[in-house]
């Protein structure tokens, strides 16, 4: 299978004062198209640090991050340049802009990502349906459930076709149902678009859907084992 | 397309309109209080722009053209003299005393002239006949008096300077700068009225030949007259501003209302733009996430600040046109032109777009980790 994003030997020192708190210490990941990998992990063991840098929103300490074989630079630039075209984000939070309808939600991340006018109607349309909210694409967020919401958001990730999508605890917010379906959902846009999918979660409900799950602890992976 | 700027800015209603508040107070604040003294300004030198005086020979360093300073009346023949000039007159320009019915007595600022139909002072006659104030002690009366003299009827008696003249008629927008009242009558009569006019002039008035160039008969005139200086209509009329500008202090006070009414815009603008800013840094930090730049928020902010610049101002604008005629009935005229508001609008944009700048520092620094916190 082909690696889509993969991380190699990296390391994060946060320096706070006088205080250097190593929170990764030599970690390597990878996640090839159409997999799911689960990455699980007690509280501060560093998963958010290592899906920040996998998504290039944080620059390793050492260590290095390749995007389809390509290795990211870390200025600046490039790192903006990869999430605007690699990477699809999800958040516990949701993050989606509460102002706007949840197509406006996506055709403005469209645009973000360079994509406007027709192409990009047709773009959100097809992200909207794909997450099965086509009848709630002109509702507010405040007027959807947190469930719909967390539709909403993955289907602003899937938008543009990145080929990865980086979720962190997506199904904290959710009720216990609703977290089966949005993972179930994952798990469909992962097969059927072919996205590498890495799951950041407290929640033993991903193992169901993950095509491998990773322990970290204290900065470094501990084992994989393939789900059952 | 759809415009995350716009969006939120409607979003929140209440900080929206205390922006748009912010700023057309500013606007107003500007238009109004500017106005009203050019409104002010213009009536120093109505005169001189509405008569049909070309060249203006006036006392030497005479600053305005309320304050005519007195000279030989036997001038006026030299330049009569000098090809180019088709016509030229004395005029006395005079505060003279004015007796009320009430029996209180006031100023008025007297004209004097030998033909006022030819020299269209007065320009706007609203009753009476001007050529009718050298038949007797006869003198036209401006409508703006009325708030100084009381009411007043044609055929009416009043003293000026110890003499008896009739009211003939009513000019209109004969005012001056100083609000003092201004009545028309004969050069000759205004003359007798004051000792130390015997002889002597304030002014000799020149009207240039038809297609030949007042600045060239103002050049000609001026080594004739070594004791008086020689003005064209716009040189006489920009002195006579000037003079009120720099000696009330007008110019000085504009530019404190006009820096009043932008540091409110600015502050306004600037805090509610910045408190939103603060407010949507999940939001600004959702933007960098996917993929967007430092510039791509500045253009929500820029577009917000735009947003708020246009709406404040139409608000604003709107707001002093419409308390014009109020202010009118005061008496209050506020001079507001085109190009006037056109100067204001894009200080009004330049202001809120100086105000979004505020924040850019701050949405520079957000740190797009933060979409993962709780
Ligand atoms: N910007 C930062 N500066 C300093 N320390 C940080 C920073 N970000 C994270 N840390 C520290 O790094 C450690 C790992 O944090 P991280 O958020 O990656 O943990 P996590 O595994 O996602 O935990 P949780 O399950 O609670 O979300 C924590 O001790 C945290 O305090
Ligand atoms: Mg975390």
Known sequence: MKKVLEARMVRKIFVEGAQRVEVLRGVSLDVSAGEIVSLEGPSGSGKTTLLSIMGCILTPSAGEIQIGGRQISGDEKALREARRTSIGFVFQQFNLFPALTARENIIYALSIKGRKGVAALLEADRVIDAVGLADRRDFLPRDLSGGQKQRVAIARALAGSPEVILADEPTANLDSTVGVQILDLFRNLAKSENKGLIIVTHDPKVRRVADRVVGIADGLLLQEAHAA | ?374
């Not at chain 2, 106005?35 to 203006?56: E, P, Q, Y």
């Not at chain 2, 006395?92 to 209180?104: D, E, R, V, Y």
């Not at chain 2, 409508?143 to 110890?162: H, K, N, W």
């Open chain 2, 1 to 374: 397309m759809v415009s995350l700027a716009r969006k939120n800015l409607f979003h929140d209603r209440i900080r929206f309109g205390i922006t748009l508040a912010g700023v057309a107070f500013a606007v107003t604040l500007i238009l109004l209080q500017v106005g009203l003294f050019l409104g002010m300004l213009d009536k120093a030198t109505v005169s001189i722009r509405k008569s049909n005086v070309d060249i203006w020979i006036v006392g030497k360093n005479t600053p305005n053209i309320d304050f005519g300073k007195p000279f030989p009346d036997t001038a006026f023949l030299r330049a009569r003299g000098l090809p180019g000039v088709e016509r030229a007159d004395n005029a006395i320009l005079q505060f003279i005393n004015i007796q009320l019915p009430t029996g209180a007595t006031e100023n008025a600022q007297v004209y004097g002239l030998a033909d006022p139909v030819f020299w269209g002072l007065p320009w706007k006659v609203e009753i009476g006949r001007a050529h009718e104030l050298s038949r007797g002690y006869n003198l036209i009366m401006d409508r703006s008096a009325v708030r100084r003299f009381g009411a007043f009827e044609v055929g009416e008696y009043r003293e000026v300077g110890g003499r008896r003249f009739r009211i003939i008629g009513r000019s209109a927008e004969a005012e001056s700068f100083t609000t003092t009242p201004v009545v028309f009558m004969d050069f000759d009569n205004a003359q007798s009225l004051v000792e130390q006019l015997r002889g002597q002039t304030t002014y000799v008035l020149v009207k240039v030949v038809p297609g030949s160039d007042p600045e060239q008969v103002a050049a000609r005139l001026r080594p004739m007259f070594p004791h008086n200086d020689v003005h064209t209509r716009d040189e006489w009329a920009t002195r006579s501003r000037g003079y009120w500008i720099k000696s009330t202090g007008i110019g000085m006070s504009m530019g404190v209302t006009v820096f009043l009414g932008v540091l409110v815009g600015v502050v306004i603008v600037g805090q509610t733009l910045y408190t939103s800013a603060i407010e949507n840094i999940r939001q600004f930090g959702t933007v960098k996430a996917i993929g967007g730049s430092n510039w791509d928020i500045y253009s929500i902010l820029g577009e917000q600040a735009l947003i708020a610049a246009v709406l404040g101002f139409l608000l604003g604008a709107g707001a002093s046109y419409a308390v014009r005629p109020a202010m009118a009935t005061l008496h209050l005229t506020v001079l507001l032109s085109p190009e006037f508001s056109g100067v204001v609008f894009v200080g009004t944009v330049t202001m809120c777009l100086a105000a979004a700048l505020f924040s850019f520092r701050r949405v520079a620094l957000i740190d797009p980790a933060l979409v993962f916190r709780g």
